[in-house]
């Protein structure tokens, strides 16, 4: 609300000003309160469907404790489902869909059991060929996670609300760090012809203009493109992979 303030003069002037100031002050309140009203509704309904939402994420998940699946022997609990899960559920947010339909929770559910169970056997087979991770590698790339929060107790609150423990996460950040370490070595980069880049770029430009975007040019977005295609070939082989290793493997699943 805007705050007036008067000069004090003498007679009349004084009593027409101070109604003529008082009614806009009046009206200007009036609207403020309206405007802040709507406002304060529409955050408190976002802010419903948000709970809502969260509810329904939740409900998905299963006791932690509980094994999902166990893949020659090895465990997969509860604990790394609910985690690989929300990670699922993002993405598919991200894609404009909703992971709490009927549907997409079994599309969500399947994808996050068949990527658990994959990136178990890419961990045996690593496990395998002796890839370590040391300490330091894990500490650094934990020194990385904490400084997203201004502090530690932030950093604790989060961890907690994630549902796991530092143990845990040490745990988590280590199989990331063997599994690119794995990657790179058994999947190493592999080289993208000029052709298929540009056959790439034709695509996004086409979809570009359909949409009524700016299109970049090709030599802006290359390094780009470049990379995408690798990283998508190498999971691609990596998906081969995991086939290969399902053949030989013992599967239970549990849910």
């Known amino acids: 609300m805007k705050k007036m303030m008067f000069t004090l003069i003498t007679g009349l002037m004084v009593v027409v000003l101070a109604a003529c100031g008082g009614n806009e002050e009046s009206k200007e309140a009036?609207?403020?309160?309206?405007?802040?009203?709507?406002?304060?509704?529409?955050?408190?309904e976002m802010q419903k469907q948000m709970e809502e939402m969260q509810k329904k994420l939740e409900a998905q998940q299963i006791d932690k404790k509980k094994t999902v699946a166990i893949v020659n022997d090895k465990e997969i609990?509860?604990?790394?489902?609910?985690?690989a899960l929300a990670s699922a559920q993002g993405q598919m947010q991200q894609m404009g869909q909703d992971p709490t339909s009927k549907e997409a929770s079994e599309q969500v559910k399947k994808q996050t059991i068949d990527s658990l169970v994959g990136?178990?056997?890419?961990?045996?087979?690593?496990?395998?060929?002796?890839?370590k991770v040391s300490d330091a590698d894990i500490n650094k790339q934990l020194d990385e996670i904490k400084k997203q929060f201004k502090t530690e107790k932030e950093f604790e609150a989060?961890?907690?609300?994630?549902?796991?423990?530092?143990?845990?996460?040490?745990?988590?950040?280590?199989?990331?760090?063997?599994l690119k370490q794995y990657v790179e070595k058994e999947v190493p980069a592999i080289k993208i012809t000029d052709e298929e880049i540009?056959?790439?770029?034709?695509?996004?430009?086409e979809q570009g203009k359909s949409t009524g975007q700016e299109v970049p040019k090709?030599?802006?977005?290359?390094?780009?493109?470049?990379?995408?295609?690798?990283?998508?070939k190498q999971q691609e082989k990596l998906a081969q992979q995991v086939e290969e290793l399902k053949k030989n493997a013992k599967i239970d699943i549990k849910i």
């Open 218 to 232: 090709l030599e802006e977005v290359k390094s780009q493109i470049e990379q995408s295609l690798q990283q998508q």
């Open 30 to 44: 009036k609207n403020d309160d309206k405007a802040k009203t709507a406002e304060t509704d529409q955050q408190k």
């Open 158 to 178: 989060a961890l907690k609300k994630s549902g796991m423990d530092m143990k845990t996460l040490e745990t988590q950040i280590a199989n990331d760090i063997k």
């Open 119 to 131: 990136q178990t056997l890419l961990l045996q087979e690593a496990d395998k060929k002796s890839y």
């Open 77 to 83: 609990l509860g604990s790394d489902y609910n985690s």
């Open 198 to 205: 540009q056959k790439t770029y034709d695509q996004f430009a």
